[in-house]
């Protein structure tokens, strides 16, 4: 037969779900630390490590996006204490006199007027005067009050999951009156109809409210298995709540996202998306099966969901017991699930157990004086010196002596094209690239199922960037369908006096394995196979 040539390996991503016999010769069965863009597979973005943060557990993230100058970052940690990062410097910003907590609790936060707002589920909800350097506890909050989740909607603020005088109300609804501008709101009381402070329980709602998000101009309400929206309506009762058709709900706080329009949901048995109106499974038949399969849902209340606009992805993160795992399940996520929503296309990356994540500006100006990182780690250009302003995911994670993670604020940046913060890579943090494709049939390409397929070599389509490690290709082969393949040794390629890769393997059925373990700049896109088929044997 002809030399079969595979391109565009950017396509189609990974797709786990389907038999690999049944993929197309472009997809992949499996992916670890790679995206899939520009018909071409390149590695993922790496954790650079902002700050090795000074308190113990960190375990939330929140920021004020600001017009000019750095964002406002705000640092969770499990005793509940909030610090704000500024500079590569943590200040306490908690309120005065607080008693540590000794135990884990759902975050949340919002802004609303000008004024940050932080909730820990186990506490009152906790505000930032503008101007201010400390937090203090709500205003005017109803005493003996808690709530699993504070949003703000429509001018006022959201209490929801609302405990009262140690009573639980699971699917209760509280919103303040509306609020100025600079100032927190003056009432949460509902009895009194001229603060249009409401309260109200969705007695029908199977299960806690978990999460809440605003969608256009709703305010979508999630159980794990429900979704309500709640409308803004000028009526007398200020709000109207409506039960959506949709047999489905989010796992955890902070598990859902909007995006032009749409909400993308981490829901308990799969991740789908919806516009108010109508909904779908977005992992159906590409990734769900491996992904809930994996979940350890007693870790589910670890489960995020991140955006990266740079990149137009999504990261649902969760801990995994999954087979490709960098880093052991073992508390926080080491798991994403990342779907751009722009092509459609699914792959994964190891996560060194992070919590929480959000998107600001760092400073990340450098001084010769201070610098102690090499060109070779440090991101960003000469441009991003003169101002720091470009957003970037940012998470927080945890130590780990197993895997010499320290607890640390990290950005998630490419490293070369497309990188605009300074920091150095976290080594220890950023795992190499793995490429995994099972069930190589080549009846894509003409080739009979029966015919003894014999690879003599390869000649990959691919660029290695400067300092980089060669790229390993491993193949595999087995005479009956569904065997488990044996594979040769990795062999190396870099696109120069390594240009081809010698291989000698022969069988029914192939698989392929690329290894790239490395943090540097890689692409590829495409290989041609001198191959020979025999008849049947």
């Known amino acids: ?17 389907l038999d690999p016999y049944d993929l197309p010769p472009n997809a992949f069965s499996m992916a670890v630390n790679a995206r899939f863009r520009n018909n071409r597979v390149t590695r993922s973005p790496v954790f650079r490590n902002v700050s090795n943060l000074g308190t113990s557990n960190p375990r939330y993230l929140a920021s004020t996006l600001q017009t000019t100058g750095t964002d406002v970052l705000f640092i969770g940690y499990e005793n509940g204490r909030v610090y704000r990062f500024a500079n590569g410097t943590e200040t306490d910003y908690s309120i005065a006199a607080y008693t540590p907590s ?18 820990r589920a186990d506490r009152a909800p906790w505000q930032l005067p503008v101007g201010g350097s400390q937090f203090t506890t709500l205003a005017n909050w109803p005493a003996s009050t808690t709530c699993g989740l504070l949003k ?14 140690g009573t639980e109300h699971p699917t209760m609804v509280r919103t303040s009156s509306f609020a100025l501008a600079g100032a927190e709101p003056a009432s949460w009381d509902y009895t009194t109809p001229s603060t249009n402070a409401t309260r109200n329980i969705l007695a029908e709602m199977e299960g806690k409210i978990v999460d809440a998000n605003v969608l256009g101009t709703m305010f979508v309400i999630y159980s794990q298995e429900q979704t309500w929206a709640m409308t803004f309506d000028g009526s007398s009762a200020i709000y109207n709540y409506r039960k959506l058709p949709f ?9 859902s996202i909007e995006i032009e329009g749409q909400h993308y949901v981490f829901g308990v048995d799969d991740i789908w998306t919806h516009d108010g109106v109508s909904e779908q499974s977005i992992a159906d038949e590409r990734v769900k099966d491996f992904i809930f ?14 955006h990266n606009p740079q990149y137009t992805e999504l990261a649902f993160c969760f801990v995994s017991g999954d087979e490709f795992t960098g880093f052991a399940p073992v508390d926080g996520c080491n798991r994403a699930a990342v ?10 990356d190891d996560l060194p157990y992070v919590f929480s994540a959000t998107r600001a500006n760092v400073d990340s100006t450098l001084a010769w004086n201070t610098v102690s990182a090499t060109w070779d780690t440090i991101g960003g250009s000469w441009q991003d010196q003169d101002g720091s302003f470009k957003r970037t995911p940012l998470f927080v994670g945890d130590t780990n002596s197993t895997y010499s993670l320290t607890k640390s604020l990290y950005a998630f940046d490419p490293f070369g094209p497309g990188s ?3 920091f150095a890579v976290d080594e220890h943090a950023t795992l190499g690239t793995m490429l995994y494709r099972d069930g190589i049939d080549l009846d894509d390409l003409g080739a009979d199922l029966q015919g003894y397929k014999q690879i003599n070599y390869i000649i990959p389509q691919g660029r290695i960037g400067d300092g980089a490690s060669d790229l ?51 692409t590829f896109s495409g290989l041609d196979l001198d191959i020979q088929i025999t008849g049947e044997r």
């Open 1 to 17: 037969m002809a030399t079969p040539k595979i391109r565009n390996l950017g396509q189609f991503g990974v797709i786990t779900d």
């Open 102 to 119: 000794t135990v884990e609790a759902v975050w949340s936060s919002c802004h609303l007027a000008d004024i940050p707002y932080i909730n």
């Open 152 to 165: 703000a909607y429509a001018g006022a603020l959201v209490a929801l999951d609302v405990t009262e005088s």
């Open 247 to 255: 047999v489905k709900g989010a796992i955890a706080a902070n598990c």
């Open 293 to 306: 399969s994996n979940l350890n849902y007693s870790k589910a209340s670890r489960c995020f969901v991140a």
């Open 339 to 348: 779907y751009d929503y722009v092509r459609k296309t699914w792959t994964f």
């Open 420 to 422: 605009h913060v300074a």
């Open 472 to 522: 390993q290709f491993s193949f595999g082969s087995a005479d009956g369908y569904g065997d488990t393949p044996v594979y040769n040794a990795y062999m190396a390629y870099n696109g120069d006096d390594l240009y081809k890769v010698d291989l000698g393997v022969s069988g029914r059925y192939l698989s392929m394995r690329v290894s790239f373990d490395d943090y540097h700049y890689f």
